[in-house]
């Protein structure tokens, strides 16, 4: 039972256009989401994170967007560049504890020049 | 190096032998965690230690499976009598006391092959 679901395996997108990656939870209890990005033979690096109580927070080119009525979180980036080709997983948490987060599959995006 | 480290990089083992995978943490972090990442799958929770507390078992998915944390530091998984669902990415992480999802630092991964 996945509980944190990236149902697009992949995206591109041209460069200077916005890359929008999305991510659905099923689990009410999540209160803390986070975006974490891959780059090949290297370990997940935090990227941008939101609490339950807010609906968007916003780092520099990357946005992230939390609809807690329909489960849904999404991460926006603009301008998309080719350095952040990479793969982006989504992961969730209840109460910030790391023995409850939760991680999606993972978006390969893929930013054209 | 100040990030955490992982070894071996690359492991390939024949179904049923054992299989040790090391971890050094970053200097001073008190909570270590491992993760796996199968083919096409999330990062999948296996094991979590903090300081001297009793460590957190419970993602993982066998009794072959085990894990230490020697003098609050290094750790080691081990996995028993490998299987072919064992092949997968096993990522250690580390943080500071509390976690906090902006302070957890993730190795470069072992990546386990069972043939």
Request: net charge neutral; aromatic share 10%; proline share 4%.
């Amino acid at each position: 039972d996945q509980q944190v679901k990236q149902n697009s395996p992949s995206l591109s997108v041209q460069e200077g256009r916005i890359s929008i990656l999305n991510c659905d939870y099923t689990n009410s209890m999540f209160d803390y989401f986070l975006w974490y990005k891959k780059y090949p033979a290297e370990g997940p690096t935090f990227l941008i994170s939101i609490s339950s109580i807010k609906d968007k927070n916003e780092d520099g080119r990357f946005t992230v967007f939390l609809n807690k009525s329909a489960k849904h979180l999404s991460l926006h980036i603009v301008p998309s560049q080719p350095g952040d080709s990479a793969v982006y997983f989504c992961a969730a948490s209840v109460s910030g504890s790391a023995r409850q987060l939760t991680f999606g599959s993972g978006t390969q995006l893929t930013v054209l020049p | 190096g100040a990030g955490v480290s992982q070894s071996p990089s690359n492991k390939v083992t024949e179904k049923g032998k054992d299989v040790e995978l090391r971890c050094d943490p970053i200097s001073g972090h008190t909570a270590l965690y491992w993760y796996r990442q199968s083919l096409g799958q999330g990062l999948e929770f296996l094991i979590y230690f903090q300081g001297n507390s009793a460590p957190d078992k419970s993602g993982l998915p066998s009794d072959r499976f085990s894990a230490e944390r020697t003098g609050g530091s290094v750790s080691t998984l081990t996995i028993q009598r490998t299987q072919q669902e064992d092949s997968a990415v096993y990522l250690c992480a580390s943080s500071l006391k509390t976690f906090s999802g902006n302070t957890i630092y993730f190795g470069e991964g072992s990546w386990l092959t069972v043939v």
